[in-house]
């Protein structure tokens, strides 16, 4: 009798930091994880507050000295400034930054991509209207691109994971204001999910969600907020011989 063999991918995936205001909160998170080692660590943006650049060390410090040698990735939020986005590549370039772009790697012989975006708005905010020219545009070209570079990833990735900051459903945003969900999120990117079939989806930007946790055509997607999760999020990704497709689930 053949026994399958079951290969996991334990993954840390969290956002909205806004070092230094749940920076706390983050490492008692992280020091409360006796013997836990992740194969790959996210931030879904906003790891830093109004884009204070020297506010990321005390955390990409901790996780450096913590997981050595474990890869981190991460899309940039709203407060990671457009305008900062080269210096943080620069001054933490053991961060893999993705922004419309994607990183490829392997963890136990099972090859990874993560496509990482800032995501999309419905509505853009007084200030983005103000501010960033042709922003409608930009979030409707993003969601073109998600769907476009992801469709051509899953061809060759075993395990696809779209990470962005911005809400990709309403289904995570259930306990903030339904009038805000325009601002949050874009449901362009459901069709995109349900198109390409990502493995999983992990998102921030929602602080006050209560549901943390949705499907889309049947993929996970994870709110990882501090803010509303209280904790960092642990997802465990199984593949076994017998299936095809990898199956990812919370842990803790």
Same mark, same amino acid.
Request: glycine letters at 6%.
């Given at each position: /009798?053949?026994?399958?063999?079951?290969?996991?991918?334990?993954?840390? *995936?969290?956002? !909205?930091?806004?070092?230094?205001?749940? $920076?706390?909160?983050?490492?008692?998170?992280?020091?409360?994880?006796?013997?836990? =080692?992740?194969?790959?660590? $996210?931030?879904? #943006?906003? /790891?830093?507050? =109004?884009? %204070?650049?020297?506010? $990321?060390?005390?955390?990409?410090?901790?996780?450096?000295?913590?997981?050595?040698?474990?890869?981190?990735?991460?899309?940039?939020?709203?407060?990671?400034?457009?305008?900062?986005?080269?210096?943080?590549?620069?001054?933490?370039?053991?961060?893999?930054?993705?922004?419309?772009?994607?990183?490829?790697?392997?963890? *136990?012989?099972?090859?990874?991509?993560?496509? #990482?975006?800032? #995501?999309?708005?419905? =509505?853009?905010?007084?200030?983005?209207?103000?501010?960033?020219?042709?922003?409608?545009?930009?979030?409707?070209?993003?969601?073109? /691109?998600?769907?476009?570079? /992801?469709?051509?990833?899953?061809?060759?990735?075993?395990?696809?994971?779209?990470?962005?900051?911005?809400?990709?459903?309403?289904?995570?945003?259930?306990?903030?204001?339904?009038?805000?969900?325009?601002?949050?999120?874009?449901?362009?990117?459901?069709?995109?999910?349900?198109?390409?079939?990502?493995?999983?989806?992990?998102?921030?930007?929602?602080? *006050?969600?209560?549901?943390?946790?949705?499907?889309?055509?049947?993929?996970?997607?994870?709110?990882?907020?501090?803010?509303?999760?209280? %904790?960092?999020?642990?997802?465990?990704?199984?593949? !076994? !011989?017998?299936?095809? =497709?990898?199956?990812?689930?919370?842990?803790?």
């Amino acid at each position: /009798m053949l026994v399958a063999m079951v290969a996991y991918i334990e993954i840390m *995936a969290v956002s !909205d930091v806004h070092s230094p205001r749940y $920076l706390p909160l983050f490492i008692s998170s992280l020091k409360s994880l006796l013997n836990y =080692k992740p194969d790959l660590v $996210l931030f879904g #943006g906003d /790891m830093i507050d =109004k884009g %204070d650049v020297g506010s $990321l060390k005390p955390i990409v410090d901790f996780l450096s000295s913590r997981f050595p040698r474990t890869p981190i990735i991460s899309v940039f939020g709203n407060e990671e400034y457009i305008e900062k986005a080269k210096i943080l590549r620069d001054v933490y370039n053991s961060v893999n930054w993705l922004d419309d772009e994607y990183w490829e790697g392997e963890i *136990a012989g099972i090859k990874i991509c993560v496509y #990482g975006t800032r #995501g999309s708005l419905e =509505k853009p905010t007084t200030w983005q209207k103000r501010n960033l020219p042709n922003i409608e545009e930009v979030f409707e070209k993003r969601v073109a /691109m998600a769907r476009e570079n /992801m469709a051509r990833l899953r061809t060759t990735c075993n395990v696809l994971i779209l990470l962005m900051h911005y809400a990709p459903t309403t289904k995570t945003l259930k306990g903030e204001p339904i009038s805000t969900y325009p601002y949050l999120c874009h449901r362009g990117f459901e069709r995109v999910i349900s198109e390409v079939k990502p493995d999983l989806v992990i998102h921030g930007h929602a602080h *006050a969600s209560t549901i943390h946790t949705a499907e889309i055509s049947g993929v996970p997607v994870y709110n990882v907020a501090i803010p509303a999760v209280k %904790d960092v999020t642990r997802i465990r990704v199984s593949i !076994d !011989d017998n299936s095809s =497709k990898p199956r990812s689930s919370k842990v803790g």
